[in-house]
């Protein structure tokens, strides 16, 4: 698996679900109980501003710079050009990102950045009431990423339980159900965390 092209496929998938965002519309629910549509953009940009801050500083601080957003939509849109840029400027994969104290492969970082970015883009698509399931060859190459990277003492805190799907699911329902959200019914909503 190429973890540069799973980033970049990732974020061709939430630009197309944040194209969706209407001016008024930030303060729709989404499928993340503690947020609201533009807590939500805030929080994706959050995400790609750390995996920028790692490709191009080799560190990630454990805290997100707090500031003001006026426009979540354009931010993502902005951070999400200027991450694919620092990726292409990356000199090889071979090297590790410093997150605290710890040391992690950048090829770890960008596979985990486009697991939470991709799904985030569902939520943000589902928040807009036009739902678009992740393409599935994306979605059944993150959903390998995220049962690797998502443990059970990550429940209830970061994520809810998995939710059950139909033995005949598609990879984008297998994904996001892994994460705790319900493509066909919108139950889960209140029980994610992130």
Request: glycine fraction near 12%; proline fraction near 6%.
């Amino acid at each position: 698996m190429n973890s540069g092209e799973l980033l970049e496929r990732s974020l061709a998938y939430a630009l197309g679900s944040v194209a969706a965002v209407a001016p008024g519309s930030l303060g729709r629910a989404t499928p993340c109980a503690r947020w609201d549509l533009g807590e939500l953009l805030g929080h994706l940009d959050d995400a790609l501003d750390a995996l920028h801050e790692g490709l191009t500083g080799g560190r990630i601080g454990l805290f997100p710079a707090a500031e003001g957003r006026a426009d979540p939509a354009c931010d993502f849109r902005r951070r999400a050009c200027a991450l694919l840029g620092a990726w292409v400027a990356l000199p090889g994969e071979e090297h590790s990102v410093a997150v605290g104290d710890r040391p992690l492969d950048v090829r770890v970082m960008a596979a985990t950045g486009a697991v939470e970015i991709a799904v985030h883009g569902w939520d943000v698509a589902q928040a807009c009431g036009r739902p678009r399931p992740i393409p599935s060859a994306l979605a059944a190459e993150l959903l390998s990423v995220a049962r690797c990277v998502v443990a059970d003492e990550d429940r209830g805190v970061r994520f809810a339980e998995p939710v059950g799907v139909l033995p005949r699911a598609g990879a984008s329902d297998r994904l996001v159900a892994f994460l705790g959200r319900d493509s066909f019914s919108g139950r889960g909503w209140s029980a994610f965390r992130e």
